[in-house]
């Protein structure tokens, strides 16, 4: 029995981990690209510039902040629902959600120095990273894991293969 209770466990739990790796390893990695393309126009970098010279207190105020521009979003996505459209619903909450996930994350890369120079920031910032990668190098040494990640690998040669036989050379 408790060998059946762990396998439903892994197969129940092996979407969710492979969700939460898709949006860290993929969509944060193009998220970051675009954004630091982003702060590379003069506006921008100025801004960033000037967030990096905040004193640590309003610097914590600034990576704080974008969660405030979520919920318009949320309000909008109600607006949506009351009115029946759900998919604009479920459309502006997953846009306000990747949206405020990027400027978090480029903030975070501008604003960490600076936070990082207070210590209960860096001890929480230590133990969240510490407990995340103790959970993913978990999560990588479940068969269940390797067994999906070969097919993944598979998958990935095949459609390389084909497009490569399929462009003109």
């Known amino acids: 029995m408790k060998h059946h209770l762990k396998r439903a466990l892994e197969l129940a739990f092996i979407p969710l981990a492979a969700a939460i790796f898709f949006v860290e390893e993929v969509l944060l990695h193009y998220l970051g690209v675009a954004m630091a ?20 207190w309003a610097a914590l105020l600034a990576f704080v902040a974008p969660s405030t521009l979520v919920l318009p979003v949320k309000l909008a996505a109600v607006f949506f629902a009351l009115q ?12 306000g959600k ?27 910032e230590t133990w969240l ?32 293969a084909l497009v490569s036989n399929a462009t003109p050379r």
């Open 37 to 56: 393309a982003f702060g590379r126009w003069p506006p921008v970098a100025r801004l960033e510039r000037w967030l990096a010279g905040l004193p640590p």
């Open 84 to 95: 029946g459209r759900f998919g604009l619903a479920a459309a502006s909450i997953a846009l």
């Open 98 to 124: 990747v949206l405020a996930t990027a400027l978090l994350a480029r903030l975070y890369q501008v604003l960490r120095p600076t936070l990082v120079t207070m210590s209960w920031f860096l001890a929480s």
């Open 129 to 160: 990273f510490t407990w995340r990668d103790r959970l993913y190098a978990f999560v990588r040494a479940l068969p269940t894991w390797q067994r999906a990640r070969a097919m993944m690998q598979r998958a990935r040669g095949w459609l390389v």
